[in-house]
Structure formats: structure tokens, C-alpha cells
């Protein structure tokens, strides 16, 4: 015993915070198995429990199987804690677990916290955890409210509506892109009461909890004294929206003559934002994607390799990473060789990050879908590079060929969702170990590039 307490304690935070995330997918899954979370007569294989465990545990919402007849209701439950516990991070939640049963947390443990949550500094990150937990129930408990009560109008009982509002602010609110219904927001496509909400909780859950918390803090001082942003804020907050408006421009334009020709305007318009949103993280769909042009459903493979925000419920190579990597190829092409921002130049370092885990992440997806084409060759590649982005992404949103991989191809696709929501960053230095501090350096050689 204490020789593996030892062996545990040579590992990296990125070797715990990956051992911590398979620990989760482990009791998930079994969680997923008990008789008193599925439905009577509902048959669940192995194969396809780790893979919805690992779907929920990532917040990704891709499934082999139906959920909505899958889950009992005390599994409805019992699934929204495996979801909320994905949303926030394993460390994280594990940390209010830590503090409830008056165990101190330690220095180790602020660090692996802090390299989960992607953030800086070690300094109030345990006052983060806290206000972050708080911050979420406080916010899906009034969804939870506001969704039943709406749902009263949809549902036969007052039960049923509150259990479908209960599950739709968890899902929305995590990104996690699973729903209850059987048929995700498509029986919602025309209430825009619905889809606003939704909307707001995509973006609540996908901008960033760093950028909440410092709204709220701007919230706080507001009238008291000049409240400054981070550069970090302003960088993701910029990024995240002009990447929404970007796909509802297009969406709308590719889609108009198409999908689109039969509805109105405002309806047009709707749609087009809401999957702007959704491609983000959310992973909900209102409408058959199979309907979509070409261009659109490319569009939105590339959105959701993007991803969402850093230190947010969301995957992919994050908002941050695409910036600087536009704002670096721009500056480099006008002469400049520094990235100077919001009165701010960026930092080396984060420069050469952006770029690794772009091209980590390319290299990835691409051959993951080489994998793919290879073993499911019922599909089409459109279908695969859609499948992987989104995975990747822990997106959710699917062409419909989820259900009909291989048990092969469940495999690569749960190795993306995972490597999408531990980060590249987490993923390079599970398989490399510690970072060695290198005290001497060789005389540096300039070579020809490009």
C-alpha cells in the first residue's frame, strides 16, 4: 500500500489528473450498470456503457444508445451528477468533496487543481473551486425552475416537466449536449423561449469560468472604483463571440437557399444562431442535421475542433489558441514580431503553445479520421470528419452514425472525447512525464523555414 501511495506521488498532475478522470469513467460506468438506473427491460452492453460513461464524464453527448430509454428516474439523477461532475472537472469536484469531510488541501493538490483548471497562479484557486461550484447550482437550479415550469405546457404531469427541466438546465448548463427527450430540442425548434435559454446556458457554460468570475467581480466593484479585465477575458470574450457571429452570418447564407427556404426570416435566423452556439460545446440540435449543405456542416466541423473557451465545460483546442495563432500569423505577415494587444504583448511562450497544441490537435483528428475511414467504410468521409470534430470538440452533435460504429470505432471515438476534455497540454505531459529543467544550453543555429 504505502508503495503505491509512493509510485502515485512520482506521477505528474497530468498523470493524476488522467488516472483521477479513468477513476471517474470506472465508477460511471458501473453506475450506468445497476438495475436501479436503467429502465426495465433496457439492455446496455459493456462496450457501450464505458462509452457513455466516458461521453458524460467529458460532457460530450455522443451515445451508442438512446438515453432517454436508457436511464430510470432515479438514473436521470444519478447521470446529471456524472454530468455535473464533467462540467466543472474531476479535481475540482473533487475538492468540494475534500473540504465537506474537513480534510485540508495541500500543495500538491492546488496543483494539480490548478493545471486541471488551466489557470496561472496557485493563489485563491480553492475560493475559485468554491465560488465556481456555488456560481453553476445556483444557475441550474433556477433553469431547472424556469424549464419546468415552461414544461408544463409540453408534458402530461407536473413530474414529468420538472424531471425534463431539471435534466435540460444540468445538460445545457455542462454542455453536455445529452437530453431525455429522445430527440434532442427538435420538438422545441419553433419556441424561442426554449432556445434563448438554452443559448444562454451554452454560452454560460462554454465562455470560460474565469471570465465569470471576473464578471462578476466587474459586477461587484461597478460605480466603486474602475474595474480592469484581464487580458485573458478580453482575448476569450472577443474570440468567443465574433466566432458567433461569423457562423450565424454564414450559416444563414449557406443555409438560406437550402435548409432554410421554407422558413421565415426570424426562423432562419434562430437556427442559425442557436447552432452557431451549439457547435460550440452544447452539442443540442433543433433540426436534422443531415439537412445541411455541405458548407455548413464543414463550417461547423471547424467550429467544433475550435471549441470553447479554456477552463470551461468545453473541448477542443480552445478559443485562446485560435486567437493568438490568427493574431501571430497576422502580426508575422505585417513585419511584427511581437503580438501586442489591449496594451498587452503576449507572451513568447503562450505563442509557441498555441501553435503545438493546433498542430497536436490537427495531427490528432486527422489520424484518428484516417483510422476511420479505414474501419467503417459504410460512411462517408463528410460523416467521419464530423464525427471526430465533434468528439473532439465534446461537442455531441452527430450525422447519426454514433450508434452504428464498430466496436473499433467506439474506441477512437472515446480516445478523442477524452483527449478533448483533459487538453492537449494534459495529454503531452501524461505521455512525456515531468518537464525537466535543463541547466545547460548548446550554441543556437539558424535554419531555412518554409
Not at 224 to 244: D, E
Not at 328 to 335: K, P, V
Not at 411 to 438: A, R
Request: glycine fraction near 8%; hydrophobic fraction near 50%; include cysteine.
Amino acid at each position: 500500500m504505502n508503495n503505491n501511495i509512493k509510485n502515485l506521488t512520482r506521477l505528474s498532475a497530468a498523470q493524476i489528473i488522467v488516472f483521477y478522470y479513468l477513476i471517474a469513467v470506472i465508477v460511471s460506468t458501473i453506475l450506468l450498470l445497476l438495475p436501479i438506473t436503467q429502465k426495465q427491460n433496457a439492455e446496455l452492453e459493456m462496450i457501450d456503457a464505458v462509452f457513455i460513461s466516458i461521453s458524460a464524464v467529458t460532457v460530450t453527448g455522443l451515445s451508442t444508445v438512446d438515453v432517454s430509454q436508457l436511464l430510470s428516474v432515479p438514473g436521470t439523477f444519478i447521470f446529471a451528477i456524472i454530468l455535473q461532475l464533467g462540467g466543472i472537472g474531476v479535481m475540482a469536484f473533487g475538492t468540494i468533496l475534500w473540504l465537506l469531510s474537513g480534510k485540508k488541501i495541500g500543495l500538491r493538490e492546488r496543483i494539480i487543481i490548478t493545471t486541471e483548471q488551466n489557470s496561472l497562479n496557485l493563489s485563491g484557486i480553492i475560493r475559485f473551486i468554491r465560488k465556481l461550484l456555488f456560481f453553476f447550482v445556483m444557475i441550474e437550479l433556477v433553469g431547472a425552475v424556469v424549464f419546468g415550469t415552461y414544461f408544463l405546457q409540453y408534458f402530461p404531469t407536473w413530474q414529468e416537466a420538472y424531471l425534463q427541466g431539471f435534466f435540460a438546465s444540468v445538460a445545457a448548463a455542462t454542455n453536455a449536449g445529452f437530453d431525455i427527450t429522445g430527440k434532442s430540442l427538435i420538438p422545441f425548434s419553433n419556441d424561442y423561449f426554449v432556445l434563448t435559454l438554452n443559448i444562454v446556458l451554452f454560452i454560460i457554460g462554454s465562455i470560460g469560468f474565469p471570465v465569470l468570475m471576473e464578471v462578476g467581480q466587474w459586477l461587484r466593484h461597478k460605480g466603486k472604483m474602475p474595474y480592469r479585465f484581464s487580458l485573458f477575458t478580453k482575448i476569450t470574450t472577443l474570440t468567443f463571440f465574433i466566432l458567433i457571429v461569423i457562423g450565424v452570418i454564414f450559416i444563414y447564407l449557406f443555409e438560406y437557399s437550402h435548409s432554410f427556404s421554407e422558413k421565415t426570416w426570424l426562423q432562419s435566423f434562430v437556427h442559425s444562431l442557436f447552432y452557431s452556439t451549439s457547435s460550440r460545446t452544447g452539442g443540442m440540435a433543433i433540426s436534422d442535421i443531415d439537412e445541411f449543405s455541405v458548407p455548413t456542416i464543414l463550417l461547423l466541423s471547424i467550429f467544433m475542433f475550435i471549441g470553447a473557451s479554456p477552463s470551461s465545460a468545453g473541448g477542443g483546442i480552445r478559443t485562446t489558441t485560435f486567437a493568438v495563432m490568427l493574431l501571430t500569423i497576422y502580426n508575422y505577415a505585417i513585419g511584427n514580431r511581437t503580438i501586442k494587444i489591449f496594451k498587452r504583448e503576449i507572451d513568447v511562450e503562450d505563442i509557441i503553445k498555441s501553435f503545438i497544441v493546433f498542430t497536436t490537435g490537427m495531427i490528432l483528428c486527422s489520424v484518428a479520421v484516417i483510422i476511420l475511414a479505414c474501419i467503417e467504410s459504410d460512411f462517408s468521409l463528410m460523416e467521419i470528419i464530423f464525427e471526430v470534430s465533434s468528439a473532439f470538440g465534446t461537442v455531441g452533435l452527430s450525422l447519426g452514425i454514433t450508434p452504428e460504429l464498430s466496436t473499433g470505432g467506439k474506441v477512437v471515438i472515446m480516445i478523442l472525447m477524452f483527449i478533448g476534455k483533459i487538453g492537449m497540454f494534459t495529454f503531452l505531459f501524461f505521455m512525456g512525464g515531468k518537464p525537466d529543467k535543463h541547466v545547460y544550453h548548446y550554441p543556437k543555429e539558424r535554419i531555412i523555414i518554409g
